[in-house]
């Protein structure tokens, strides 16, 4: 005789209710987050790829466009105080060959910009496992939310940290 399935008016509540709680969380997660790192050095390179003008050739292989990418953003970081070890993690995305593909592209990029005796590791890592890219993921996050819905709220929190931030193909 009620009504089923979730449809009722309390049920609306709770769900808006549950998600206004959850957005309130983020909030209060990534406000936790930026003060524990506010007083870390480190930097924030990002380069956004506005995909609705990526060229049709570029668009149809997507390994050569990420490899790109990549290669753009880390042209920005002075690798020169690299000190004892560079360590890139980046998120699992590639199988086992566009890894290898990647891996070789980005090391023949670097290793000309670092003393010889200074090793180079590329790591892939699952994002959902590794607390480092997770925070990246947060940042990213705050970067596509200013681009994409001109809402800079969490952006304007971390923008000091940001060394470099341009749009390709904007």
């Given at each position: 005789m009620?009504?089923?399935?979730?449809?009722?008016?309390?049920?609306?509540?709770?769900?808006?209710?549950?998600?206004?709680?959850?957005?309130a969380r983020l909030d209060t997660v990534k406000?936790?987050?930026?003060?524990?790192?506010?007083?870390i050095d480190f930097k924030i390179y990002s380069l956004t790829l506005n995909k609705k003008r990526v060229y049709e050739n570029l668009s149809s292989s997507k390994e050569r466009l990420y490899n790109y990418i990549a290669?753009?953003?880390i042209d920005q970081i002075d690798l020169g105080d690299a000190g004892s070890r560079?360590?890139?993690i980046l998120d699992k995305s590639k199988n086992g060959y566009e890894v290898g593909e990647f891996?070789?592209?980005?090391?023949?990029?670097?290793?000309?910009?670092?003393?010889p005796k200074v090793p180079i590791d590329i790591v892939h890592k699952i994002s959902h496992e590794t607390l480092g890219l997770q925070v990246v993921d947060l940042f990213a996050?705050?970067?596509?939310?200013?681009?994409?819905?001109?809402?800079?709220?969490w952006f304007d929190v971390f923008k000091v940290k940001i060394a470099y931030d341009q749009v390709y193909l904007a």
């Amino acid at each position: 005789m009620g009504n089923h399935g979730g449809s009722s008016p309390s049920a609306r509540t709770i769900l808006i209710y549950s998600n206004l709680v959850r957005f309130a969380r983020l909030d209060t997660v990534k406000k936790y987050l930026y003060d524990q790192i506010a007083n870390i050095d480190f930097k924030i390179y990002s380069l956004t790829l506005n995909k609705k003008r990526v060229y049709e050739n570029l668009s149809s292989s997507k390994e050569r466009l990420y490899n790109y990418i990549a290669h753009r953003v880390i042209d920005q970081i002075d690798l020169g105080d690299a000190g004892s070890r560079v360590m890139l993690i980046l998120d699992k995305s590639k199988n086992g060959y566009e890894v290898g593909e990647f891996n070789s592209y980005i090391l023949k990029q670097i290793s000309g910009r670092l003393d010889p005796k200074v090793p180079i590791d590329i790591v892939h890592k699952i994002s959902h496992e590794t607390l480092g890219l997770q925070v990246v993921d947060l940042f990213a996050w705050g970067i596509f939310r200013r681009y994409e819905r001109n809402n800079n709220e969490w952006f304007d929190v971390f923008k000091v940290k940001i060394a470099y931030d341009q749009v390709y193909l904007a």
